[in-house]
T-cell receptor, first 113, second 114 residues
Framework: NAGVTQTPKFQVLKTGQSMTLQCAQD?????MSWYRQDPGMGLRLIHY???????DQGEVPNGYNVSRSTTEDFPLRLLSAAPSQTSVYFC????????????FGPGTRLTVL | DQQVKQNSPSLSVQEGRISILNCDYT??????FLWYKKYPAEGPTFLIS?????DKNEDGRFTVFLNKSAKHLSLHIVPSQPGDSAVYFC?????????????FGPGTSLSVIP
Protein backbone atom coordinates (compact mmCIF):
# COMPACT_ATOMS: atom_id res chain seq x y z
CA ASN A 1 0.00 0.00 0.00
CA ALA A 2 1.23 3.51 -0.85
CA GLY A 3 -0.87 5.00 1.97
CA VAL A 4 -1.68 8.68 1.43
CA THR A 5 0.04 10.33 -1.51
CA GLN A 6 0.15 14.03 -2.34
CA THR A 7 1.29 15.83 -5.46
CA PRO A 8 3.11 18.03 -6.08
CA LYS A 9 5.70 18.17 -3.29
CA PHE A 10 6.54 21.80 -4.01
CA GLN A 11 4.73 24.54 -5.94
CA VAL A 12 5.29 28.23 -6.56
CA LEU A 13 2.33 30.30 -7.76
CA LYS A 14 1.77 33.92 -8.60
CA THR A 15 -1.05 35.82 -6.94
CA GLY A 16 -4.32 35.15 -8.73
CA GLN A 17 -3.30 31.83 -10.27
CA SER A 18 -5.33 28.72 -9.62
CA MET A 19 -4.17 25.20 -8.96
CA THR A 20 -5.24 21.86 -7.58
CA LEU A 21 -3.40 19.94 -4.89
CA GLN A 22 -3.91 16.23 -5.38
CA CYS A 23 -4.46 13.70 -2.61
CA ALA A 24 -5.09 9.99 -2.97
CA GLN A 25 -5.30 7.08 -0.54
CA ASP A 26 -5.40 3.36 -1.23
CA UNK A 27 -6.64 2.17 2.18
CA UNK A 28 -10.37 2.47 1.39
CA UNK A 29 -10.77 5.06 4.13
CA UNK A 30 -14.05 6.92 4.36
CA UNK A 31 -12.78 10.03 6.13
CA MET A 32 -10.36 12.41 4.41
CA SER A 33 -9.24 15.89 5.34
CA TRP A 34 -6.99 18.77 4.36
CA TYR A 35 -4.88 20.77 6.81
CA ARG A 36 -2.51 23.64 6.48
CA GLN A 37 0.48 24.08 8.75
CA ASP A 38 1.79 27.53 9.52
CA PRO A 39 4.51 28.51 12.02
CA GLY A 40 3.09 28.90 15.53
CA MET A 41 -0.39 27.83 14.38
CA GLY A 42 -0.18 24.08 14.30
CA LEU A 43 -2.37 22.22 11.83
CA ARG A 44 -5.63 23.89 10.90
CA LEU A 45 -8.46 21.99 9.26
CA ILE A 46 -9.49 23.40 5.87
CA HIS A 47 -12.10 20.94 4.58
CA TYR A 48 -13.01 17.37 5.28
CA UNK A 49 -15.11 14.57 3.82
CA UNK A 50 -16.84 11.68 5.58
CA UNK A 51 -17.38 9.77 2.36
CA UNK A 52 -17.72 10.06 -1.41
CA UNK A 53 -20.03 12.92 -2.31
CA UNK A 54 -19.96 14.47 1.18
CA UNK A 55 -17.75 17.39 2.14
CA ASP A 56 -17.83 20.05 4.84
CA GLN A 57 -15.87 23.06 6.02
CA GLY A 58 -13.23 23.08 8.69
CA GLU A 59 -11.70 26.00 10.57
CA VAL A 60 -10.20 27.89 7.62
CA PRO A 61 -12.17 27.08 4.44
CA ASN A 62 -12.10 30.47 2.71
CA GLY A 63 -10.27 30.48 -0.61
CA TYR A 64 -10.38 26.70 -1.00
CA ASN A 65 -12.76 24.27 -2.68
CA VAL A 66 -12.95 20.50 -2.43
CA SER A 67 -14.90 17.66 -3.97
CA ARG A 68 -15.01 13.93 -3.30
CA SER A 69 -16.19 12.00 -6.33
CA THR A 70 -14.44 8.76 -5.32
CA THR A 71 -13.38 7.18 -2.04
CA GLU A 72 -9.73 7.37 -3.10
CA ASP A 73 -9.30 10.98 -4.18
CA PHE A 74 -9.80 14.29 -2.38
CA PRO A 75 -8.36 17.23 -4.36
CA LEU A 76 -8.00 20.71 -2.90
CA ARG A 77 -8.51 23.63 -5.27
CA LEU A 78 -7.19 27.14 -4.86
CA LEU A 79 -9.30 29.31 -7.14
CA SER A 80 -7.27 32.53 -6.94
CA ALA A 81 -4.09 32.14 -4.94
CA ALA A 82 -3.12 34.78 -2.39
CA PRO A 83 0.17 35.23 -0.46
CA SER A 84 -1.74 34.34 2.74
CA GLN A 85 -2.13 30.84 1.33
CA THR A 86 1.62 30.25 1.45
CA SER A 87 1.83 27.22 3.70
CA VAL A 88 2.49 23.51 3.94
CA TYR A 89 -0.60 21.48 3.11
CA PHE A 90 -1.28 18.02 4.47
CA CYS A 91 -3.92 15.56 3.41
CA UNK A 92 -5.01 12.85 5.83
CA UNK A 93 -7.34 9.87 5.87
CA UNK A 94 -8.81 7.59 8.51
CA UNK A 95 -11.08 4.55 8.41
CA UNK A 96 -13.77 6.27 10.42
CA UNK A 97 -14.16 9.47 12.33
CA UNK A 98 -10.95 11.37 13.14
CA UNK A 99 -10.84 9.84 16.61
CA UNK A 100 -9.44 6.91 14.70
CA UNK A 101 -5.82 7.21 13.71
CA UNK A 102 -5.41 9.65 10.85
CA UNK A 103 -2.78 8.81 8.26
CA PHE A 104 -1.09 11.85 6.81
CA GLY A 105 0.53 12.36 3.44
CA PRO A 106 4.03 13.86 3.13
CA GLY A 107 2.76 17.37 2.45
CA THR A 108 2.86 19.98 -0.31
CA ARG A 109 4.88 23.15 0.26
CA LEU A 110 3.13 26.01 -1.53
CA THR A 111 4.55 29.48 -2.02
CA VAL A 112 2.39 32.27 -3.43
CA LEU A 113 4.30 35.30 -4.67
CA ASP B 1 -8.03 32.46 19.99
CA GLN B 2 -6.37 29.06 20.11
CA GLN B 3 -8.50 26.41 21.75
CA VAL B 4 -5.57 24.02 22.15
CA LYS B 5 -2.37 25.52 23.53
CA GLN B 6 1.14 24.18 23.78
CA ASN B 7 2.95 26.96 25.57
CA SER B 8 6.45 25.56 25.18
CA PRO B 9 7.58 25.93 21.56
CA SER B 10 10.67 23.84 22.28
CA LEU B 11 12.13 21.46 24.84
CA SER B 12 15.58 19.89 25.24
CA VAL B 13 16.14 16.72 27.25
CA GLN B 14 19.11 14.45 27.84
CA GLU B 15 18.93 10.94 26.45
CA GLY B 16 17.57 8.53 29.05
CA ARG B 17 15.71 11.20 30.99
CA ILE B 18 11.97 11.89 31.04
CA SER B 19 10.43 14.26 28.51
CA ILE B 20 7.21 15.98 29.56
CA LEU B 21 5.21 17.83 26.93
CA ASN B 22 2.26 19.88 28.09
CA CYS B 23 -1.02 20.85 26.47
CA ASP B 24 -3.87 23.04 27.72
CA TYR B 25 -7.30 23.46 26.22
CA THR B 26 -10.06 25.98 26.70
CA UNK B 27 -13.15 24.27 25.27
CA UNK B 28 -14.90 22.14 27.87
CA UNK B 29 -16.65 20.26 25.04
CA UNK B 30 -13.40 18.53 24.08
CA UNK B 31 -13.62 14.93 25.19
CA UNK B 32 -11.09 13.04 23.12
CA PHE B 33 -7.42 13.91 22.85
CA LEU B 34 -4.58 12.75 20.63
CA TRP B 35 -0.86 13.26 20.25
CA TYR B 36 0.84 13.25 16.89
CA LYS B 37 4.57 13.27 16.16
CA LYS B 38 6.14 14.93 13.14
CA TYR B 39 9.60 14.63 11.66
CA PRO B 40 10.87 17.30 9.22
CA ALA B 41 9.62 16.93 5.64
CA GLU B 42 7.16 14.20 6.66
CA GLY B 43 3.50 14.13 7.58
CA PRO B 44 2.45 13.74 11.23
CA THR B 45 2.03 10.23 12.61
CA PHE B 46 -0.35 9.18 15.36
CA LEU B 47 1.27 8.47 18.72
CA ILE B 48 -1.30 7.98 21.47
CA SER B 49 -4.81 9.05 22.45
CA UNK B 50 -7.00 9.34 25.52
CA UNK B 51 -10.70 9.61 26.13
CA UNK B 52 -12.10 11.96 28.73
CA UNK B 53 -13.43 9.01 30.73
CA UNK B 54 -9.83 8.07 31.54
CA ASP B 55 -7.07 10.00 33.27
CA LYS B 56 -4.13 7.97 31.96
CA ASN B 57 -3.20 5.91 28.93
CA GLU B 58 0.09 4.09 28.35
CA ASP B 59 1.74 2.70 25.26
CA GLY B 60 5.29 1.52 25.83
CA ARG B 61 7.50 4.49 26.63
CA PHE B 62 4.66 6.94 26.08
CA THR B 63 2.06 7.88 28.68
CA VAL B 64 -0.60 10.55 28.38
CA PHE B 65 -2.20 12.04 31.49
CA LEU B 66 -5.46 13.98 31.44
CA ASN B 67 -6.64 16.40 34.14
CA LYS B 68 -10.13 17.43 33.07
CA SER B 69 -10.70 19.86 35.91
CA ALA B 70 -7.57 21.77 34.94
CA LYS B 71 -8.19 21.28 31.19
CA HIS B 72 -4.64 20.01 30.93
CA LEU B 73 -2.94 17.01 29.45
CA SER B 74 0.66 15.94 29.29
CA LEU B 75 2.71 13.44 27.34
CA HIS B 76 5.50 11.65 29.17
CA ILE B 77 8.29 9.89 27.29
CA VAL B 78 10.43 7.60 29.42
CA PRO B 79 13.24 7.04 28.70
CA SER B 80 13.81 9.65 26.01
CA GLN B 81 15.79 8.56 22.96
CA PRO B 82 17.45 10.62 20.20
CA GLY B 83 14.91 9.22 17.72
CA ASP B 84 12.17 10.95 19.72
CA SER B 85 13.46 14.32 18.49
CA ALA B 86 10.50 15.70 16.55
CA VAL B 87 7.62 18.15 16.77
CA TYR B 88 4.75 16.91 18.94
CA PHE B 89 1.21 18.12 18.33
CA CYS B 90 -1.57 17.87 20.85
CA UNK B 91 -5.05 17.60 19.32
CA UNK B 92 -8.61 17.56 20.62
CA UNK B 93 -12.04 16.56 19.36
CA UNK B 94 -15.38 17.81 20.68
CA UNK B 95 -16.76 14.33 20.21
CA UNK B 96 -20.35 15.01 21.16
CA UNK B 97 -20.88 18.25 19.28
CA UNK B 98 -18.56 18.02 16.29
CA UNK B 99 -16.84 14.70 16.12
CA UNK B 100 -15.60 15.25 12.59
CA UNK B 101 -13.28 18.13 13.47
CA UNK B 102 -9.86 17.83 15.04
CA UNK B 103 -8.32 20.92 16.62
CA PHE B 104 -4.53 20.88 16.80
CA GLY B 105 -2.20 22.84 19.03
CA PRO B 106 0.83 24.74 17.66
CA GLY B 107 3.29 22.00 18.52
CA THR B 108 6.35 21.55 20.74
CA SER B 109 9.73 20.77 19.21
CA LEU B 110 11.53 18.16 21.30
CA SER B 111 15.30 17.68 21.06
CA VAL B 112 16.78 14.67 22.81
CA ILE B 113 20.49 15.18 23.31
CA PRO B 114 22.70 12.07 23.19
Amino acid sequence: NAGVTQTPKFQVLKTGQSMTLQCAQDMNHEYMSWYRQDPGMGLRLIHYSVGAGITDQGEVPNGYNVSRSTTEDFPLRLLSAAPSQTSVYFCASSPGRPGDTQYFGPGTRLTVL
Amino acid sequence: DQQVKQNSPSLSVQEGRISILNCDYTNSMFDYFLWYKKYPAEGPTFLISISSIKDKNEDGRFTVFLNKSAKHLSLHIVPSQPGDSAVYFCAAIPWVTSYDKVIFGPGTSLSVIP
